[in-house]
C-alpha cells in the first residue's frame, strides 16, 4: 500500500471513551498532518492523557476509529504500537529506575531489533550484532540530547528534569514517525521550558517527526505547535492555528470557567 | 572485566581443586552447593530479574528430579542424558503454569504458586501413578562412575559432572540477562506499561521467563537426584520451595553471583545452626538469615558489589 504524503499520519474519529459512568472523551476527532506539531490543551480531566492512552493502546475505545499512517490502529495489540512507529514518553515518568540511563535508552530500541531467548542464551552471531547495533544507536541518541555523559549513571539518580530527557530519548531510540511527549514540560523552569521548546523543533527537523503534544504550559504549546486541538469534559471545543485557537470563546471560558 | 575474568579462573581452579582436598562427604555436599546454585539462578530469574514471585519452585525441582529418576529407572536412561531431558520437560510445564500466571501478581501469584508446591507431593503420591513414581517409597538410583576408566571415585566424578553443567547453564543464564531479553525482563518488572509501550510482548516475555526459570530449576532438580541417588515425594515439601526463595533473597535478587552465595548459605547454615544448637536448629538458621539481610539489605552479592566500588572510589 503506497501512502500518500498527503494523507494524516494520525487520524482520530468520533472516538469516546467511557470509565464506568464517566465519560473521558465524548466522540472526538481531528487528524495530525505528517511532520506538524501538533498541540493537545485543555483544563485538567479534559481527557487529553485518555486520548494518548487510546493512541497508544493502553486504554480500548468505546466508540470511533483510530487510524494511523493508512491502518487501524483498534486491532493492534499493546507490544505491536512501537514497531508502527509510535512512541510516546508519560506524563509521570515510567523509567525503568533499576537501570542505568543507556540500558533504558537501549530498551526503546527493543522493537527494532531481533533475536529471542534462544539467541541470546547461545549468543548467536546475528544477537551479537543485534545488541552492538542497539547501543550504538542508543549512544546516538543520548549524543543527540546531551545526555552522553550519563550513559552510565543508574537513571534514578538522576534530577527530575533529566529523567525527563531520558526519556525523551528512550522514545527516540525506537525511531517513531510519531512521537506522542505527554507533558514534557511539567516541573521544568522557565529558561528549561525554552530550551525545551527549541529541543522538540529541531528534533522534528532533524528526524523528520510528526509530534502530538499535550502541555499546560500554554506559552510553549504556543510556541511550537503549527495546529492546536483543544478539549473540554471529553469533547473537542476548538481547533486551528494557534493564534486563532488562543482567543476562541470556547477555550477562555474552559480555563476561566463561567 | 579482566579483574572478573581473573576471578573467575582462580574460582573454577578452587573448585576443580576442592575435591581432592575434602572428604568424599563433603564433596557431595559441594555438589548440592552446585546443585542449588543452579536452582537459585532459575528463580532468580524470574523473581529477582522479572518480578513474578514464586512460592513454587521446589515443584520444578521435584518435577526435574523424578524425570531424571523416571527416565533412569524405567528406560534405563543414562544419566547424563537425564539432565537436558528433565530441563526440558520443565520449560514446557514451567511455561504452561506460566500463563494462567499471567493474570495474577504479587501476592496472588505467590499463592498460585504456593499452591503448586503444596500439591507436587501429594501429586507425586498420586495411586495412578504410582508405576511410575514408586508412589510414597520413591525411586533409588545408582550413582554414576567415572565413565572411560578415568580414576575417580564416584562421588568426586558427580561433581565435576555437576560443576560442568553448572559452569553450562551459568554462561547460558548470563548470555540471557545481560543482553536484549534481560533488559526486557527487568524492564517489564520495574514498569511493566512502559515496556509494552516500547514494543516488548510482557504476556509472552513472563510465561517464557517461567519456562526458563522451571528448566534451570528442573536441570538442578535432576542433578539433585543423581547426587543423593533417591528421590521421594517428601524431600520436595513446600519448605523446599521457601527455602530457594531466601538463597535468592539472602544470595541477592537479580544478581548471578547472588546464586551461588544463596546456594552456599542454604546448603551450609543449616548444618552450622545444628552444630550451635541441636535443640533449636531453626531458630539458628532464623537469627542467621535476619542477620544476614540486616547487614546486607541487597544480599550477599550487592554488597560485595557495593565493596568493590566503594575501593573503586578510593
Known amino acids: ?258 | 572485566m579482566r579483574g572478573r575474568i581473573l576471578f573467575l579462573g582462580v574460582l573454577i581452579v578452587v573448585a576443580c581443586a576442592l575435591p581432592f582436598l575434602v572428604s568424599s562427604y563433603r564433596t557431595f555436599q559441594l555438589t548440592l552447593v552446585l546443585v542449588y546454585a543452579i536452582a537459585l539462578l532459575g528463580l532468580n530469574i524470574l523473581t529477582g530479574y522479572n518480578g513474578q514471585i514464586s512460592l513454587g519452585h521446589g515443584a520444578f525441582y521435584a518435577l526435574g528430579a523424578y524425570c531424571a529418576a523416571i527416565l533412569i529407572d524405567k528406560a534405563g536412561a543414562p544419566y547424563w542424558a537425564v539432565v537436558p531431558a528433565a530441563g526440558g520437560v520443565c520449560l514446557v510445564a514451567g511455561f504452561l503454569f506460566g500463563l494462567p500466571a499471567l493474570r495474577l501478581e504479587g501476592l496472588y501469584l505467590a499463592l498460585a504458586t504456593f499452591a503448586l508446591g503444596v500439591a507436587m507431593p501429594q501429586l507425586l503420591k498420586y495411586h495412578h501413578l504410582e508405576k511410575w513414581t514408586g508412589g510414597v517409597q520413591g525411586i533409588v538410583i545408582a550413582k554414576p562412575e567415572a565413565p572411560f576408566g578415568i580414576p575417580l571415585e564416584a562421588d568426586r566424578w558427580l561433581y565435576f559432572f555437576t560443576l560442568a553443567v553448572t559452569l553450562i547453564m551459568f554462561v547460558l543464564g548470563w548470555n540471557l540477562l545481560r543482553g536484549r531479553i534481560g533488559r526486557a525482563l527487568v524492564a517489564i518488572r520495574d514498569q511493566h506499561t512502559a515496556s509494552e509501550a516500547m514494543g516488548i510482548h510482557n504476556a509472552l516475555y513472563k510465561s517464557l521467563a517461567f519456562g526458563v526459570s522451571a528448566m534451570f530449576t528442573g536441570v538442578a532438580g535432576a542433578l539433585g537426584a543423581l547426587a543423593v541417588q533417591f528421590v521421594a515425594p517428601d524431600s520436595f515439601g513446600v519448605f523446599l520451595s521457601i527455602v530457594f526463595l531466601v538463597g535468592i533473597v539472602v544470595g541477592g535478587l537479580a544478581s548471578i553471583s547472588g546464586a551461588l552465595y544463596g546456594a552456599l548459605f542454604i546448603q551450609f547454615i543449616p548444618n552450622i545452626a545444628d552444630e550451635i544448637s541441636k535443640a533449636a536448629p531453626w531458630a539458628i538458621f532464623g537469627v542467621f538469615m535476619i542477620g544476614f539481610v540486616y547487614l546486607m539489605p541487597t544480599g550477599v552479592a550487592g554488597a560485595i558489589r557495593l565493596l568493590l566500588t566503594r575501593r573503586r572510589a578510593q
Not at chain 1, 506539531?37 to 466508540?63: E, H, M, Q, W
Open chain 1, 1 to 258: 500500500m503506497v501512502q500518500s504524503e498527503a494523507q494524516p499520519l494520525l487520524r482520530v474519529k468520533d472516538v469516546a471513551v467511557h470509565f464506568g459512568g464517566i465519560v473521558a472523551l465524548d466522540g472526538v476527532s481531528f487528524e495530525v498532518a505528517r511532520g506538524r506539531i501538533v498541540g493537545l490543551i485543555g483544563p485538567n480531566g479534559a481527557g487529553k492523557t485518555t486520548l494518548f492512552n487510546c493512541v497508544s493502546r493502553l486504554y480500548d475505545c468505546d466508540r470511533g476509529e483510530i487510524a494511523f499512517d493508512g491502518g487501524s490502529l483498534l486491532a493492534v495489540p499493546r507490544h505491536r504500537v512501537a514497531a508502527l512507529g509510535i512512541g510516546r514518553t508519560f506524563q509521570n515518568l515510567a523509567l525503568f529506575r533499576s537501570m542505568s540511563v543507556l540500558d533504558n535508552v537501549m530498551v526503546g530500541y527493543h522493537c527494532r531489533s531481533r533475536g529471542g531467548f534462544l539467541a541470546n542464551a547461545l549468543r548467536l552471531p546475528h544477537a551479537v550484532r543485534a545488541e552492538r547495533r542497539t547501543a550504538a544507536k542508543a549512544r546516538e541518541v543520548l549524543a543527540l540530547l546531551g545526555l552522553g555523559a550519563l550513559a552510565a549513571k543508574p537513571v534514578a539518580e538522576l534530577p527530575f528534569g533529566t529523567q525527563k530527557r531520558v526519556e525523551l530519548a528512550r522514545a527516540l531510540a525506537s525511531e517513531p514517525k510519531l512521537l506522542l511527549l505527554d507533558e514534557p514540560a511539567s516541573g521544568l523552569n522557565h529558561e528549561e521550558v525554552g530550551e525545551l521548546g527549541a529541543l522538540i523543533r529541531e528534533l522534528r527537523e532533524r528526524l523528520q517527526l510528526t509530534i502530538l503534544l499535550v502541555e499546560h504550559h500554554m506559552s510553549l504549546v504556543m510556541g511550537i505547535a503549527d495546529w492546536v486541538v483543544a478539549l473540554n469534559f471529553g469533547r473537542r471545543i476548538a481547533e486551528g492555528a494557534p493564534h486563532e485557537v488562543r482567543l476562541h470563546p470556547e477555550l477562555v471560558r474552559a480555563y476561566l470557567g463561567g
